[in-house]
């Protein structure tokens, strides 16, 4: 903010506004409000023009400003332009003055005329030509049913996947809920190869969720400025180097971490125990809420974080403990402190785990044609239908079975006495939590629209259960 000083002063000069070099003062009110960032340059630069006589109109009430401004006079762009476009909607201020770069992120805000602008001259001469408060040049637009209709086309596909076809099941039925997923295997059976897929078959963003997540990226500074709109589920793979502030989000002035960029997305975490346990650990209350709260000295943030985890880990160190062909050298108390680097209260919060094996040979040379992303797709998106209907039809405000909470379980989660027995002998002999049996109901569901029926029956059951039996041979 001190700097502006100097940018401003220049700004002016280079486009032919010479201001007397005298003290001014601005008033950035409320004084109790900290400022960061440059974009108080270009409103600084117009109320200093302004008051000086460089303008012929004299109330600015309908003009919402914001821009860095160069030395020469340029505008720049400045991060945070969705939230910004949103408050001057809310507040009722028509016209929003904003660098051109930024525009088309402003622009998916209806009910706000966006004028891009270039230069500071360029600002002058829109304000001067303005009679009785209209604008007397064309406003901008973008058209987002156009942005969200978009067919997104694929790098990766299913079809590249050779055999495991109970992961592939696996990963249809996290996609379909938006349910998280754990995929245990040895090194070089597919578990990354599968995660980096997993984005071909989720389900395309609304427009509601396409704007929250845009005001994540924007703020973060990480929107792609040429499309103005996230329309496509972000896809986060951090390193496992990351430190828990990366993921969670935090700093002096706290931002968005990995979970919040990944908001109606996916993250993947690849080698799940390699990562600090404090680092994992941090991920249990945005698991469980969709939401992360930074408090720090002088302020507290909270920010959206309602992700489908989908994460990777070998079952030891070396990697081949229970494969049929390679032997472990691992001993037991080594395995242990392996899978203990994932704690339990964080596995009690993953709806899905999946052994991966080896691929076999024939399966890996074999001529049959593996199932592409299109039709796992084909049958994601009407399982997903029949989810938002249901929920549409009672007022719910979420997408997927996976954000349902306890009241919407037991109305569309009802069990017949045959699946209430399975499910109550699971729960005993297996040791499941209440999180658990709830996760299991959930999963159920999802197999249930998946094959289009409106209760669920005891094959749906039985399989959501087999999910979760996998983390008491490794953790037990």
């Known amino acids: 903010m001190r700097e502006s000083r100097d940018r401003v002063r220049a700004a002016m000069k280079n486009s032919g506004y010479l201001i007397p070099p005298t003290q001014i003062t601005i008033n950035l009110a409320p004084a109790d409000i900290k400022k960061e960032g440059a974009g108080f340059d270009l409103p600084i630069a117009i109320g200093i023009l302004s008051a000086y006589g460089a303008l012929q109109i004299k109330d600015l009430d309908r003009f919402l400003m914001v821009g860095e401004l160069g030395l020469d006079g340029g505008v720049r762009p400045v991060p945070g332009i969705l939230s910004i476009a949103i408050l001057a909607r809310t507040k009722g201020i028509q016209n929003l003055v904003l660098p051109a770069v930024n525009a088309p992120e402003a622009a998916v805000v209806e009910g706000v005329k966006v004028f891009p602008v270039a230069s500071l001259g360029y600002v002058i001469d829109l304000l001067n030509t303005t009679l009785l408060g209209e604008v007397q040049r064309p406003a901008f637009h973008v058209a987002t049913e156009e ?37 245990i295997g040895p090194p070089g059976s597919g578990k990354t190869m599968l995660a980096k897929r997993l984005p071909s078959i989720l389900a395309p963003l609304t427009f509601e969720e396409a704007l929250e997540t845009t005001k994540i990226h924007s703020v973060a500074g990480v929107l792609d400025a040429a499309r103005g709109l996230v329309a496509q589920r972000p896809f986060r793979s951090p390193h496992h180097t990351i430190s828990d502030a990366g993921l969670i989000g935090g700093g002096a002035i706290p931002r968005p971490g990995e979970v919040s960029l990944a908001h109606n997305g996916l993250l993947f975490l690849d080698e799940l125990p390699e990562f600090p346990r404090n680092v994992l650990e941090v991920m249990r209350q945005p698991l469980e809420d969709g939401t992360v709260t930074i408090a720090r000295a002088s302020m507290s943030l909270t920010f959206p974080a309602r992700f489908m985890l989908a994460a990777a880990m070998n079952p030891c160190p070396c990697g081949y403990f229970n494969d049929k062909s390679r032997e472990c050298m691992c001993t037991p108390p080594m395995i242990q402190r392996y899978v203990a680097k994932v704690s339990g209260p964080l596995l009690d919060r993953i709806d899905i785990h999946i052994e991966v094996p080896a691929v076999q040979y024939k399966e890996l040379r074999g001529s049959a044609a593996a199932e592409g992303s299109s039709h796992i797709r084909d049958r994601v998106l009407t399982a997903r239908e029949r ?33 209430e027995r399975l499910l109550e002998r699971a729960m005993q002999q297996q040791g499941l939590s209440a999180r658990a049996h709830d996760r299991i109901l959930k999963v159920a569901r999802t197999i249930a629209d998946l094959e289009g029926a409106s209760r669920l029956a005891v094959s749906h059951l039985a399989e959501a259960i087999q999910y979760r039996t996998l983390d008491r041979s490794y953790w037990a």
């Open 147 to 183: 942005l969200l209709g978009e067919l997104h086309h694929f790098t990766s596909d299913f079809s590249d996947v050779r055999g495991q076809q109970t992961a592939k099941r696996a990963l249809e039925v996290a996609a379909a809920g938006g349910h998280n997923i754990l995929m």
């Open 387 to 419: 989810q938002r209907v249901r929920f549409q039809s009672a007022g719910e405000k979420f997408y997927s079975n996976a954000q349902m909470g306890t009241r919407q379980i037991r109305a569309y989660c009802e069990l017949g006495a045959d699946a």
